[in-house]
């Protein structure tokens, strides 16, 4: 979710992702609105694998986000750091 000023209005942008644990933002497709890119699904377990996906807003911000899946990968908190700075890299 996020929270709008003045009055903090609550708006979903995904019920598609659980346990999400970190994200990053940046313009990856460079047309002047940041993407998400979220790290979710991911558990104390190591033989569970997370998830990398992709939110990116419509027309309505305000509206819930396109998603979508680009990755999964081993549970460890450097591999998802890495994983993050690589989408946001990726716009540089």
Known sequence: VWFENPYWSRHVITREAPRMV???AADV???GIPELALAYEF???RQNSGKIGILKAGKDPREPWTFRQIDELPMTPDVVLKALQNVKGSAA
């Open 22 to 24: 970190n994200l990053a």
């Open 29 to 31: 497709d460079r047309d």
């Open 43 to 45: 558990s104390t377990n």
